[in-house]
Every structure is written in C-alpha cells, then in structure tokens.
C-alpha cells in the first residue's frame, strides 16, 4: 500500500511540474531578405534553456518553468536580438524573431553557433557546409562549386578532373543518396568532375554524411549528400551573373506577393541557370589541349522554386529541374545523360501544438545512353517517385522525430559486355519505409545519445529489412569529446556498371536484379545461400573531438564498414542463362560479393574573421571477395590529403587569396600480361587455327586490379577581388590556376598502344560574378 502511495505521489508530482511548464518556439529570420537564419543559438538569459535554429530557422525552448525571461538571439553578423516575454502554466509561445545586420563579428561571440552544436549533438562523420564556406576554396575555371568542396571532404575519393564520380568511405557511386530539396538526383556531377549540377548561389545548406547517418535516411548504404535551397528573397528583387572561361550562369529571385511587414506572409521565386561552353571556348584558351581540338565536355543546369509563405512560419514550396551532360569523344562515341524532376514540399507548424510538421512529394528521371562505333549501345532510364512525413517534438532537451517514406522505382537497361552478351532488365519496385529517431541527453547533459530504428518493406521482393541505428557522444570537457555510431543499412538499386572498371562514364541502374547466382562460395570456404537481391552494409565509426581554442579544433574518426552482400555486374557472363552444366559465375548478369572498408580520417580546421586553414588526412583500404578471389576496388586509395587555406587582406577585407594541394596515392588496376591474334572460329571445332584468318589483336590480363597507377597531386591557387558599388550591389573577379606546376596525373593508359592519357594540365581561368 505505501508502494501505490509513492508511485500515485510521483505521478502527481509530475503531472503537476509539467502543467507548471511552457514551451516558445519560432522562426528567426533575417530582416533583410526574409530568409530563415540557420543554425544560430536561441536561449532565455541567466539560465539552461536554450535552442539552436535548424535548416528551415525553427527553433523550440519546452519545458521551461513558469516566470518571466529574456529571450535572446545571439549570431555572427548581427545584431544581438532581446524580448522580455511572460510564460505562463501551458503556454506555447509563438514568437517569430526578425535579426537586423550588424557588426557582432566573430572574436566577440564567446561561443559560436558551431561550437554549441558540437557540445549539443553527435554530429558523426557529418559535414555541413553553406555556399560562403564553399567560396572559400580556389574556384576551378572562376566558379565556386560543391563539387570542387567535395573533394577536400575527408573519406571522400574523387576519380579525378574527368569522370565525375565520388567514391565515400570504400563506398561506389551507387550507394550515396543525393537529394535536392527533397528530390533525389541520381547524377549530381557533370562529366568534367569539376562541376555539380547545383548552383552554389541558391545553396542555403548541404549536410554530407559520410556514414553512419542516422534512421531519417535510408535507401543507401554509404553515404548522404542532402542539400537545401534558399526561399526568393521576400523583401525585393535581386540575383547574379557569372561569366567565366568555363561557362556561364545566371539567378534571380524576389517576390510574386511581397511581405510588407515582418508579420506577413509572402510569395516568393527563385530562379537559376547554368552553362558550359568549354568545348568551344577551350579550343581558344586552351589551345595545347588535345592538339588545340579542346574539351569535349558540355552541360545545361536549370532549377526553379516558388515558396509560399504564412506569417507563422508555415510554407510550402514547388520546385523542379532540369540537368543534363553531353560528352563526344574524337567522333568514336558520345555519351548524354538527362535528369530531371519536380517536388513539393511543406512545413507545417500547427498553432496548438508543440509538433513541427514536415512533408515532401516529388518525381525524377534519369536516362543516360553511350554510343559507341565499334559497340553496341548502351542505355539506362529510371524513373523514381518518393512521398514522405516527418514529425519532430521537443520535450524539454530531447526531441523526438518520427515520420514514414513511400518511394517507387522504374528502370530499363541494356548493355552489351565484351563478349557479346546481352545484359538487360525492365523492372518495377515500390519501397516502404518508417522510422523513429530519439535524441535525449543523461550524465548531466554531458551523454547525448541518439536511438533510431528504421523498417523498409521491398515489395519487389517481398523482404523486410530492420535496420537499428545508435550514435553517441560524451562531452568530457567543454573542450573534449569522445563518439560513436554503429547502424545497418540496405538498398535495392544496383548499377550496371562493374567496381572493376578503369574509366566508366557510363552509369545505369536496375533495382531488384533477377539474374542472380544461388549461392557463393565465402572466404571462409563456406557455401552462403541467395535469397534476396539487395546490398547490406553495417558502418562502426568512433572518433573525439578537441577544441584547441575559439579558432581551433580537431577531428579524428576512425571506421570498419562490412558488406554482407554486394551485387556487381557479371563481367565474365559468356553463356546464356538457360544454357546447362555451366557454373553460374559464366551465365548470369550479376555476381554477388562481399567486402570490409576500415579507416581513418584526421580534420584539423582553424577559422577567425580572415583566416581559414583545412588540414585532412585520410586513410583507407578497400577489400573485396567474388566468391573466386580476393580483390581491392579500382577506387581503393590508401591515402589522401588536402591542405586548404584562405586569407583575406586589403582595406575592408575586399581581397582574398586561396589555395588548395592534394595528394592521392595511386589506384588499383589490371595490368595486360600479353597479347594474341582473335579467332572467328568460323567453322566451329573443325577450324584450322594455322590458316584461318585473325581477328583484331586480342590482350591478355593479369591478376585482378593487382597494379597500382602512379600518385596523384595537384595544386590549385585563386585571387578574388570586391568591388562595393552600394549595399546591394557588388562585382567579385575571380582568377584562378588549376593544376599550377602542370602535374602529368594519370587518367589511364591504352592497352593497346600503351599511350598514356592524363587529367587536365594547367588551366588558367578568369570568373566575373555580380550580384545586384
């Protein structure tokens, strides 16, 4: 009976503290634009509670006490905000916070926005980066881009300055999933590697989860690149125009309904456009390049958003895009690619209640084709759908965010291997999939953990997939700090290229593979059965971070990545499927394999208000099992290092110098150990080898990807300058120099000939960007 009094007296007592209780949440904008203030500290003054503004500027303080405060918004480049406010038993306060430029600059902010999230989240193998930290870096051919940020991430391997194709943490292009507002893009680098299809202008935000990311994403199983656009401004119209030897681009925005005052709601477009004219105007500029015949590359870059805004914050925005890529080699072949969608989405802050509501629908297209004169051609096209809900709720420091993903695919291919067979697949595929993510701190507020749980549903395959996800992070010491994650994952997209190609610009897709062997031999001499026809991988990853001072932190990571089942396309296929008393490693369009990733990556990051030095070091290795043999993947780099530093000097900061160094160890490759005339066989068994005629000459290979292309280093080095012409209006020159002592980095060598072919050399580029 005391029992039943105690536990009646503790709920009572509960009940009560949290009638006793109220919540003020909101948005904080900026006055200007009206564009939301990302990642900025919220918080009452003289006690703990306190908030940070996520990537749509929301915030939310809950459970505080009943009483009187000063609410305050403290952040780099602007006024410091203050309202005293009155919380009463049950209120949620709606309060919306417009910031006014100022001069608050970093060395005055004792701590900033970023160093609170570090000490408030387990930000694990996780990058975030805005379009000013981009335009940090040497702008490749004048134009800032994330794909040239890309490459200096750590974990991340870049086949170079052509191909386009980003190898994360052991992982293939396959497996990192790029969403845009939302809306998945499945080529997000043109085929000169130096350029994305997205318009660093209209970038808000781009968080980069190198692995074990948490139970809100799914469909991948290495990496996520999630990047958000700006709403039009709301105020006024605005935009840019670039013009570099490369290309040009040009985005403007602005209201369709304006907001008159900071209560209102608006009607806002954001438009952008970019193109490439290299294949013409590198023939002027750039004359020694393949014997003055120039760059083959060219693309068109489209991207448009309307947002409609409430005065509470709610919104909804249309958006949709337009990419595509040519490539025509010496007339031999061409490749093009196409990608294009739209998409809807929502925030949705319901005045009653205390959940933020998010939603999205959208639809893309993906088809690339490679014609070749001596081959036949090859062709992929997939068309995705993807509708999702997500619901976030703060109880006090802890959030609770829950929501459910419904997406399907199409896709058509069909490709032709070297000996003549064809590899082709039409399927269709609807996934389903809900999860749950708690964060929620203990020790003193010093543990921060985050619990998650994702379920996918394959109807394809009729296969549940659980995949638990946990990330940790202990603060030692305001300074120091101890993680770690773990977490499973799975998809069902393949690609129809093979991890053993050299150079392949070709890039299809199938989802669900049907031709598929039974079983395979593992390493360990054990027969393992073929009953699904997914990729599963579990990620390890535990690492500290160290606040040296204000300017100065490190990052240390190290990672163990295992592949229970991959699927490669069968390169060795040579007989039909149906054809009998033939191992299935000869006969059906994908091989499955097995592989393990351990590595490590170092970031040493120093930032004031002219400075900025980005120190990575990376380490991996890659290994891989066919059910034959033991092999490393051609992007298996050991090692890799960025060194990137930006100044600026000058009267009013108007200068600014960059440069970037980065040094790769060599790839693996497959070494010809010799060469024989072809047979037709004409007359089948009873042909006479000694006086037939020959085919064209054939190679032999060696071992499997058992040599190593020589190392790769190159330095790139930029100068801007801003000219001020009013507070709105500015033009930025841009000079850089790619590649400055004309390094001779191996792209891959002919077989045949055994001619070396080399990424670009030195390229000088001239970029006039402005802003009005």
Known sequence: MNKLYATLLFLFVSIVTIAQTGT???????????????????????????????????????????????????????????????????????????????????????????????????????????????????????????????????????????????????????????TLDGMTIMQPFHSIGLFSVFDTDVMKNADIYTGGFGAQYGGRISSVLDITTRDGNKKEHSGSVSLSTFGAKVSVEGPLKKQKTNDDGAITYLLSAKTSYLDQSSTIFYPYINDGDGLPFEYNDLFGKVSFGSGNGTKVNLNGFSFNDRVKFNDFSELNWNNWGAGMSFVLVPATSAVLLEGRFNFSNYGIELTEESNDPRRSDISNFSLGLDMKYFIGKNELKYGFDVSGLGTDFSFFNSFGQQLSQTSNTTDIAAYALYKFLLANEKLIINAGFRFIYYSSINHFSPEPRLALKYNISPLFRIKASAGLYSQNLVATNSDRDVVNLFYGYVTSPE??????????????????????????????????????????????????????????????????????????????????????????????????????YSYGKSDRWDGLQSYNPVYDRRHNINIVASRKFGKDKTWEVNARWNFGSGFPFTQTSGFYEGQTLADGINTNITTSNSEALQYLLSDLNTGRLPTYHRLDIGVKKTFEFSKKSRLVIDVSVTNVYDRANVFYVDRFTAEVVNQLPILPALGINYYF
């Open 24 to 178: 003020v949440r909101g948005f904080v904008f900026d006055e200007e634009s009206g564009e939301p203030v990302i990642f900025t500290n919220v918080y009452l003054d003289g006690t703990t509670y306190g908030s940070s503004t996520d990537v749509n500027g929301y915030y939310t303080i809950s459970k505080v006490k009943t009483g009187s405060y000063t609410l305050i918004v403290s952040s780099i480049g602007y006024e410091e905000y203050r309202e005293d406010i009155v919380l009463r038993s049950g209120d949620i306060l709606n309060i919306k916070i417009t910031l006014k430029s100022g001069a608050i600059e970093m060395d005055e902010v004792t701590i900033s926005a970023e160093t609170k999230e570090r000490q408030t989240r387990v930000k694990m193998s996780v990058t975030s980066v805005s379009s000013k930290e981009i335009q940090l870096l040497p702008s490749v051919g004048g134009t800032p881009d994330i794909a040239q940020y890309m490459q200096v991430i750590p974990g991340v391997v870049f086949t170079g300055d052509q191909g386009g194709q980003l190898f994360i943490r052991g992982g293939s292009p396959v497996q990192n999933r790029v």
């Open 515 to 616: 031709s598929l062997p039974d079983d395979m031999l593992t390493e360990s001499g054990d027969i393992k059965t073929i009953d699904k026809s997914i990729q599963q991988a579990s990620h390890l990853i535990a690492g500290f971070e160290y606040d040296i001072n204000e300017h100065l932190n490190i990052n240390i990571e190290g990672y163990y990545k295992y592949y229970d089942q991959l699927i490669n396309a069968n390169r060795f296929k040579v007989f039909n499927e149906t054809t009998p008393d033939v191992p299935d490693y000869l006969k059906t369009d994908y091989i499955v394999e097995t592989g393990t990733v351990i590595g490590a990556d170092f970031i040493m990051k120093y930032t004031d208000r002219v400075n900025f030095i980005w120190v990575v």
